[in-house]
T-cell receptor
Framework: QKEVEQDPGPLSVPEGAIVSLNCTYS??????FMWYRQYSRKGPELLMY????GNKEDGRFTAQVDKSSKYISLFIRDSQPSDSATYLC????????????FGSGTQLTVLP | AAGVIQSPRHLIKEKRETATLKCYPI?????VYWYQQGPGQDPQFLIS???????DKGSIPDRFSAQQFSDYHSELNMSSLELGDSALYFC????????????FGPGTRLTVT
């Protein structure tokens, strides 16, 4: 079983919808949580970065971390066709090891 | 803003050949990471360097080696290539060894035939 599980989708929503993307994990040592957006044939682009539990908001994006449930979420408000991409969650433990462990990605399509 | 630069963007090699991938981090970033992303797979961490020293090692095959140079660019050397090495290879960089914000390059697509 993978350390990080992510619903692969695909997920298709109408423009303006609220999108919820989720990941669960098994390694309780994860302390740093990231969300990346990856367009086809491009490198992952860092969207949000949070430490430990709590919420973080950046424009239309909100990241939530619930360490007690080992569950993280990314919410996208007022979704746009330009948000269509694959969204990857990623996590890292505290300390010198900064390697990221990724989820398998959720493919999102926002229909105009 | 300057981003991570990777070269070449595409590379085709035959089995048992060697390949060298290059990565130029964002200016002032001193830490470089290499990831391998197979078709339909999530990126898998290979190796990282901080201040020209190897800082962490993941699932990198013994056939692969890497180093970081004095100008902070990094090279991933791959020998005895196998069909299974066909993948997207991403380089990421961050500022200081304590930063968890990694910024990825566009990747090098390696095809082994």
């Amino acid at each position: 079983q993978k350390e990080v599980e992510q619903d692969p989708g695909p997920l298709s929503v109408p423009e303006g919808a609220i999108v919820s993307l989720n990941c669960t994990y098994s390694n309780s040592a994860f302390q740093y949580f990231m969300w990346y957006r990856q367009y086809s044939r491009k490198g992952p682009e860092l969207l949000m970065y949070t430490y430990s539990s709590g919420n973080k908001e950046d424009g239309r994006f909100t990241a939530q971390v619930d360490k007690s449930s080992k569950y993280i979420s990314l919410f996208i408000r007022d979704s746009q066709p330009s948000d269509s991409a694959t969204y990857l969650c990623a996590m890292s433990v505290q300390g010198s090891a900064r390697q990221l462990t990724f989820g398998s990605g959720t493919q999102l399509t926002v229909l105009p | 803003a300057a981003g991570v630069i990777q070269s070449p963007r595409h590379l085709i090699k035959e089995k048992r050949e060697t390949a060298t991938l290059k990565c130029y981090p964002i200016p002032r970033h001193d830490t470089v990471y290499w990831y391998q992303q197979g078709p339909g797979q999530d990126p898998q961490f290979l190796i990282s360097f901080y201040e020209k020293m190897q800082s962490d090692k993941g699932s990198i095959p013994d056939r692969f080696s890497a180093q970081q140079f004095s100008d902070y660019h990094s090279e991933l050397n791959m020998s005895s290539l196998e069909l299974g090495d066909s993948a997207l290879y991403f380089c990421a960089s961050s500022f200081s060894s304590s930063s968890y914000e990694q910024y990825f390059g566009p990747g090098t697509r390696l095809t082994v035939t």
